[in-house]
């Protein structure tokens, strides 16, 4: 998809490769600082605007004309961060129409409301249809249809003939709404990442190196199947979990297709990437209702602390950002409305990690694998 | 004159303030609430495919009474005053927020992103300043 501005785009911080779900693309920063300079500006401006019938509006649709004025600011800014002239084009489309409609507002002009809603409506399905499309979200992104969403908010409320249903069924598209424009930006998030090699754009909530990947030198590859049969040769006694509880793994209320059971003793004890002491092992419920083993995770003891990667582009470590956790444990990504679900904390990064996978018949047993071939080795059990 | 404004009632715009509100601030704090709930609502999203890979249900059942405690405040702003409950909450959304942000400060020595800060630093300062004129 050429048309979109950042498909597939990957963000660098901190020599990491991440999603830019939770950054700011470099053509955005210049809207970013033209709406920061509007929102200083607001004070000084309001007593200002009084003859142009701004002193007329309400508390709400004053609110609503800030709102749809940061919009057209940054719709304005993108279109000069942006070199490509189709991206102009809509960019300034849209600063435009939202300026059309700003006078309407402060005018009065008849119909003003239907139109508000039909701009707004017509960017937020602009930029889900791009997120369907493949194009990445970042968070001037997602703060402008936040802004566009409230805006909406206001002006769909019903404000004559108020009934409980109308205000019930504008209630009910407003949340709607805001469910529609965060679930297409996590699609437009995975369908621009997925990748665990270096040069790849990770999936959200992953970080890998930064780096191009090449093919590994003969020395790569020999440590590489020394790894694989050192860390095989070493864990399958864990096939049996109570071996694995006597080398104390927790392997309590094991459940799912994933879970890793941590050795506490093992973290932070200095020894990092030894085949004989995994920090995790991993174990999947099989179809017969008992854990199975299917691999090992190697974690790294302190943040950004680089993992050793003896197999070269073989053995790409990866951290984690942006993860909700509870007591109960893991819980989703940190949502492109920035939030994690009640009772979570966002953790926004985590230590490096490596898995090794034991499924047999991997072309990559070290890394990533797709959730299906465990489902199926584990069905196969 | 539109109540809590001072401004004469006049115009095409103000012809169209609701009865029903006798303070427009209130309609304000309405809208904002829904916006939180909204919010909410996806978090309840987020929790429930959650539950699903991790058998964790933290996140859909918190998320969900919490959108559906929001909208009935949205709801009740116009007849009672339940002022003193919303000031609560939204400071404990507020800290929340610090607590995330010293998370992010100490281990990633970085602000929390501008979603994050309009979404649970802004728009509940927002709510609580509107609500604190309304008491």
């Known amino acids: 998809m050429t048309w979109l501005p950042h498909p597939a785009a990957p963000v660098v911080t901190d020599g990491y490769v991440g999603s830019p779900m939770y950054s700011i693309f470099d053509e955005h920063r210049t809207a970013l600082v033209l709406v920061l300079l509007m929102v200083i500006a607001i004070r000084p401006l309001r007593p200002r605007l009084t003859w142009t019938g701004y002193g007329r509006l309400d508390h709400p649709h004053r609110l609503a004309f800030w709102l749809l004025a940061a919009s057209a600011v940054v719709h304005f800014g993108l279109a000069a961060g942006h070199e490509d002239r189709g991206s102009q084009a809509l960019y300034l489309g849209a600063a435009a129409s939202f300026g059309v409609i700003l006078w309407m507002m402060i005018r009065s002009v008849p119909r003003w409301r239907a139109w508000t809603i039909v701009v707004l409506i017509g960017s937020l399905a602009g930029y889900a249809i791009s997120m369907l499309a493949g194009e990445a979200p970042d968070q001037l992104g997602l703060a402008t249809k936040l802004v566009e969403l409230t805006a909406l908010a206001i002006v769909v409320t019903p404000h004559t003939r108020r009934t409980r249903l109308r205000l019930l069924t504008a209630n009910v598209a407003v949340v709607g709404s805001f469910v529609l424009i965060g679930s297409t930006a996590w699609l437009g998030a995975f369908a621009g990442g997925g990748g665990h090699h270096l040069g790849e754009v990770p999936p959200p909530g992953v970080l890998i190196p930064q780096g191009e990947d090449r093919a590994p030198t003969l020395g790569e590859q020999i440590a590489y199947d020394e790894l694989l049969g050192e860390v095989r040769r070493l864990t399958t006694r864990f096939d049996d979990i109570t071996v694995a509880a006597e080398h104390g793994y927790d392997v309590d209320g094991i459940r799912g297709s994933e879970f890793h059971a941590v050795n506490p003793a093992h973290k932070g004890d200095g020894r990092y990437f030894d085949p004989a002491r995994p920090e995790n092992l991993i174990y999947g419920l099989g179809h017969s209702g008992d854990p199975v083993l299917l691999g090992v995770m190697f974690e790294m003891d302190g943040i950004r602390q680089a993992g050793p990667a003896v197999g070269g582009p073989l053995t790409v470590w990866h951290a984690h950002d942006h993860v909700c956790l509870t007591v109960l444990g893991l819980g989703p990504l940190v949502s492109p409305w920035g939030g994690c679900p009640i009772g979570h904390v966002s953790i926004p990064i985590t230590n490096e990690m490596l898995h090794v996978w034991l499924i047999p018949g991997l072309e990559e047993p070290v890394g990533d694998v797709e959730d299906s071939v465990v489902e199926a080795y584990l069905a196969a059990h | ?135």
Do not use: C, Y
């Open chain 2, 1 to 135: 004159m539109v109540h809590g404004t001072g401004v004469p009632d006049t115009t095409s715009m103000a012809a169209i303030a609701p009865p029903l509100l006798p303070d427009r601030r209130r309609e304000t704090v309405r809208v904002l609430l829904l916006v939180q709930a909204s919010i909410f609502a996806m978090s309840a999203v987020e929790g429930a495919v959650a539950a699903l890979a991790f058998a964790n249900p933290v996140g859909v059942v918190g998320s969900t009474l919490a959108s559906a405690a929001t909208l009935t405040f949205a709801w009740a702003v116009g007849g009672g005053k339940p002022w003193t409950v919303l000031i609560w909450v939204e400071r404990s959304l507020i800290a929340w927020f610090a607590v995330d942000l010293l998370l992010s400060l100490g281990v990633a020595h970085r602000p929390l992103e501008l979603v994050p800060t309009l979404t649970r630093l802004v728009l509940p300062l927002a709510i609580l300043r509107l609500v604190k004129a309304l008491r």
